[in-house]
């Protein structure tokens, strides 16, 4: 991979990440290349990554575009994380160091101090990633990752019409799963885990306007 492609790839990470560019919306590669200055090769290159972690899709003569997802679909992706993230955090859980539990610390405790919903979003993301980060199995981190990916802009619109007036179960949530590591309890861990995903799956359910359906 050269850099060129790295430098292009990270640049459309954060803006389908960070909601700039938005589902369904398609990324033309002369544009991307004329924005950046790159040519075609590094962005096409580019664009293969970003589909394997699952912020593109390419459909045929019509080029790459963020997948639109409907309700039903991402209520599928939130029951596959309720399965696969539990294992994930067991399978990492015995090879967290001192210094990732301080981590969490200190993001919940940013999280806790009150954050816009944009480093909200960043901050809760890397709490989950890190429990995981050191699972030994591959192809089980990065299927979560590309399971995060996927869904995050549907998150964000919750959590823009939600509010800050739920944020205090997150943070109840975040704290049991944080006690459960702190123990080295694999059955709570996973426990609340799988119930703080799967809260969020429901209230998402709750808002079909997210969706664009009625």
């Known amino acids: 991979m050269t850099v060129a492609t790295q430098r292009v790839a990270e640049h459309l990470r ?10 369904g919306e398609r990324v033309r590669q002369e544009d991307i290349a004329q924005q950046l200055g790159a ?16 912020m593109i ?9 963020v997948p639109w997802l ?10 596959m994380r309720e399965q696969l993230e539990p294992l994930a955090l067991a399978e990492s859980m015995p090879f967290l160091t001192p210094g990732d539990l301080l981590r969490l610390e200190e993001i919940q405790d940013e999280i806790e101090a009150g954050v816009e919903v944009e480093q909200f979003l960043a901050l809760d993301r890397e709490f989950h ?8 199995i591959d192809h089980l981190t990065s299927t979560v990752t590309r399971l995060w990916n996927s869904t995050q802009y549907y998150r964000r619109a919750f959590m ?7 944020r205090w179960v997150v943070n109840a949530e975040h704290r049991l799963l944080m006690d459960a590591l702190g123990r080295g309890d694999e059955v709570d861990a996973g426990r609340f885990l799988a119930g703080h995903i799967r809260r969020t799956r429901i209230e998402l359910n709750r808002h079909p306007e997210v969706f664009g359906e009625d």
Request: with cysteine.
């Open 160 to 166: 823009h019409l939600s509010g800050p007036s739920r």
């Open 39 to 54: 040519s075609r090769l590094p962005v096409r290159e580019a664009l293969q990554m970003l589909a394997a972690e699952g």
């Open 129 to 136: 990633l890190r429990t995981y980060s050191a699972c030994g």
């Open 57 to 65: 899709e390419h459909e045929p003569n019509k080029g790459a575009r």
């Open 70 to 79: 409907s309700m039903h679909e991402v209520d599928v992706m939130y029951k």
């Open 14 to 23: 954060r803006a389908i990440l960070g909601g700039h560019i938005a589902p």
